[in-house]
């Protein structure tokens, strides 16, 4: 290799937590559904917005995974958010309060940015970082994690943004600054040079041959395992469950604290706290934590610990939703591991399938978020619908624990 200086990796790790910060806006969504349902819309309405944004996010997600070996990783990402970008600004421009305009450029345009930019940052760390695959990863989708609740902060109580400049013109500001940062992150969005090494790592040298041969599929070829098929179902369970329990933060713990005796004032705080506070704050944490251990313990050790207690700790809400105290436990507990799935999955896809296509290879397994997100919320809803929610939080914990059973099967892939 021509002695050229290489990048300072260090740099990657920057760009990815300031591309992620900025994807985070699709989970900020909540803080517009106020002033709209102020406007005459529907709350289902409001809902189409973020279920068409999480479509297709995942959907393109899958196009950026053919992609980012065409256009190249820095293109790809800039283009995602200049996309992301113009959707927010010109859903400000069209008055920022009509539903077919929001549908399509805030869910459809939106989305798509995120999709095309979201999975970079993630294969980009892990040729950086070969030696620390969980971290860099853990740190990158953190990003995603916190940057939701700075962008609900920043439209609300911190920056009153809403209040003070209106829903056009904060649509508008969040476009350009998403832009920005995205494009700002993504030049140092670019792989390392080939046969590169970071200083003193030897686990590259004793598998090197290994991992040409045996390590590296193409997502044709991933399809055609049944590894795919079990970390992809083993996801399912584990995002649906987690999932299921945002929808129900709020409403069940309501219920379950009314039910010993407090006010629905009293027990509306609470469950706000629950989740706004400890839920989000331990996603965010659980990514880097699952991330770090990951490394240590390996990948699959870790889905095996975090999917084990994840589904004791569904099963066992409905005994704790209805004290304070153990409310705050729960939630605190179950989204830290909801978070620990953003981290492992893309490196148990990059450890079975090789980390060298895992751009083009995590696409189709991160499909199983969006499955799950269609599961887990509508069981959940069903089994309110009945007034039955332990039944729900049960069927979950048992499902995520049948998660446990098939990652426990996952052996590693063979050519």
Same mark, same amino acid.
């Given at each position: 290799?021509?002695?050229?200086?290489?990048?300072?990796?260090?740099?990657?790790?920057?760009?990815?937590?300031?591309?992620?910060?900025?994807?985070?806006?699709?989970?900020?969504?909540?803080?517009?559904?106020?002033?709209?349902?102020?406007?005459?819309?529907?709350?289902?309405?409001?809902?189409?917005?973020?279920?068409?944004?999480?479509?297709?996010?995942?959907?393109?997600?899958?196009?950026?995974?053919?992609?980012?070996?065409?256009?190249?990783?820095?293109?790809?990402?800039?283009?995602?958010?200049?996309?992301?970008?113009?959707?927010?600004?010109?859903?400000?421009?069209?008055?920022?309060?009509?539903?077919?305009?929001?549908?399509?450029?805030?869910?459809?345009?939106?989305?798509?940015?995120?999709?095309?930019?979201?999975?970079?940052?993630?294969?980009?760390?892990?040729?950086?970082?070969?030696?620390?695959?969980?971290?860099?990863?853990?740190?990158?989708?953190?990003?995603?994690?916190?940057?939701?609740?700075?962008?609900?902060?920043?439209?609300?109580?911190?920056?009153?943004?809403?209040?003070?400049?209106?829903?056009?013109?904060?649509?508008?500001?969040?476009?350009?600054?998403?832009?920005?940062?995205?494009?700002?992150?993504?030049?140092?969005?670019?792989?390392?040079?080939?046969?590169?090494?970071?200083?003193?790592?030897?686990?590259?040298?004793?598998?090197?041959?290994?991992?040409?041969?045996?390590?590296?599929?193409?997502?044709?070829?991933?399809?055609?395992?049944?590894?795919?098929?079990?970390?992809?179902?083993?996801?399912?369970?584990?995002?649906?469950?987690?999932?299921?329990?945002?929808?129900?933060?709020?409403?069940?713990?309501?219920?379950?604290?009314?039910?010993?005796?407090?006010?629905?004032?009293?027990?509306?705080?609470?469950?706000?706290?629950?989740?706004?506070? /400890?839920?989000? %704050? *331990?996603? =965010?944490? !659980?990514? &880097?934590?699952?991330?770090? #251990?990951?490394?240590?313990? +390996?990948?699959?050790?870790?889905?095996?610990?975090?999917?084990?207690?994840?589904?004791?700790?569904?099963?066992?809400?409905?005994?704790?939703?209805?004290?304070?105290?153990?409310?705050?436990?729960?939630?605190?507990?179950?989204?830290?591991?909801?978070?620990?799935?953003?981290?492992?999955?893309?490196?148990?896809?990059?450890?079975?399938?090789?980390?060298?296509?895992?751009?083009?290879?995590?696409? /189709?397994?991160? %499909? *199983?978020? =969006?499955? !799950?997100? &269609?599961?887990?919320?509508? #069981?959940?809803?069903?089994? +309110?619908?009945?007034?039955?929610?332990?039944?729900?939080?049960?069927?979950?914990?048992?499902?995520?624990?049948?998660?446990?059973?098939?990652?426990?099967?996952?052996?590693?892939?063979?050519?």
């Amino acid at each position: 290799m021509e002695n050229k200086k290489v990048m300072n990796r260090s740099l990657v790790v920057v760009g990815a937590i300031l591309i992620q910060l900025a994807l985070g806006a699709i989970y900020a969504w909540s803080v517009f559904t106020p002033s709209l349902t102020s406007e005459g819309w529907a709350k289902a309405d409001t809902q189409w917005v973020f279920a068409i944004g999480l479509a297709s996010f995942a959907i393109f997600m899958v196009v950026a995974g053919k992609q980012i070996k065409t256009l190249g990783p820095q293109k790809l990402t800039m283009l995602g958010g200049v996309i992301l970008g113009l959707g927010y600004l010109l859903a400000g421009l069209f008055g920022g309060t009509n539903f077919i305009a929001l549908m399509l450029l805030i869910g459809l345009v939106g989305g798509a940015g995120i999709g095309l930019a979201y999975v970079v940052p993630i294969a980009v760390g892990m040729r950086w970082f070969p030696d620390k695959k969980g971290m860099i990863t853990g740190l990158a989708v953190a990003g995603f994690g916190f940057g939701a609740m700075l962008w609900v902060k920043l439209a609300g109580s911190w920056g009153h943004l809403i209040e003070n400049i209106g829903l056009s013109s904060t649509f508008m500001t969040y476009g350009i600054a998403f832009a920005i940062m995205v494009i700002i992150g993504g030049m140092w969005m670019k792989f390392p040079p080939a046969g590169w090494k970071p200083e003193g790592y030897k686990e590259a040298e004793t598998v090197a041959a290994e991992a040409k041969d045996d390590k590296e599929f193409s997502s044709g070829q991933m399809l055609g395992k049944v590894q795919f098929y079990l970390i992809f179902f083993t996801f399912v369970v584990s995002a649906g469950a987690g999932l299921m329990s945002i929808g129900l933060m709020k409403l069940y713990p309501m219920e379950a604290l009314q039910a010993n005796g407090l006010s629905a004032l009293e027990a509306s705080a609470i469950a706000g706290t629950a989740m706004a506070v /400890f839920f989000s %704050l *331990a996603n =965010g944490i !659980g990514r &880097i934590v699952w991330g770090m #251990l990951s490394d240590k313990l +390996g990948r699959k050790t870790s889905i095996i610990i975090m999917t084990a207690t994840q589904g004791i700790l569904v099963i066992m809400f409905t005994y704790m939703a209805g004290s304070e105290i153990l409310l705050y436990l729960g939630a605190t507990l179950i989204g830290f591991n909801f978070g620990g799935n953003f981290a492992l999955f893309p490196t148990i896809t990059a450890d079975t399938f090789g980390a060298k296509n895992v751009g083009q290879n995590y696409p /189709f397994v991160f %499909l *199983a978020y =969006g499955v !799950g997100g &269609i599961l887990g919320p509508i #069981l959940g809803g069903i089994m +309110g619908d009945m007034g039955n929610f332990p039944m729900a939080f049960t069927i979950s914990g048992i499902a995520v624990l049948f998660g446990t059973v098939l990652m426990i099967m996952v052996k590693p892939a063979k050519k």
